[in-house]
């Protein structure tokens, strides 16, 4: 099979298994061993033997590692967040920092997320 079939083939199969909800998983320590597994699969898309760097695979292939893809994807949804084009339950979980005392602070400038509060409950 060539090459650019064996990317189209990973990015309809392998990509969106790994993409499936990895803005919530995406910053546990299983990470690591779904970023090996992709190193893997790229290896034997180009048919490279088990010690080949990745990175120029990476980049060849024009393909992300999956923690840049959760960066990336979290990003989009913080920004899509923000000025409203994602439902309202989601919105609702994004706050910009507000000033405590109702003045302007350099905080509140610079359009800060706030950190909510929670409980265990």
Known sequence: ?????????????????????????????????????????????????????????????WLLPINYRVEYRITVMTYKAINGLVPDYI?????LLKSVSGRVTRNTLKNNLSIPNYTLN
Not at 91 to 95: A, E, N, T, V
């Open 91 to 95: 919105g609702k979980m994004f706050h």
């Open 1 to 61: 099979m060539p090459v650019k079939i064996r990317i189209i083939y990973y990015k309809v199969f392998f990509q969106p298994t790994i993409d499936y909800c990895n803005i919530v998983w995406g910053q546990s320590t299983h990470i690591t061993r779904i970023l090996k597994l992709q190193k893997l699969v790229l290896r034997l898309i180009y048919d490279k033997p088990r010690d080949t760097p990745s990175c120029p695979l990476f980049k060849e292939s």
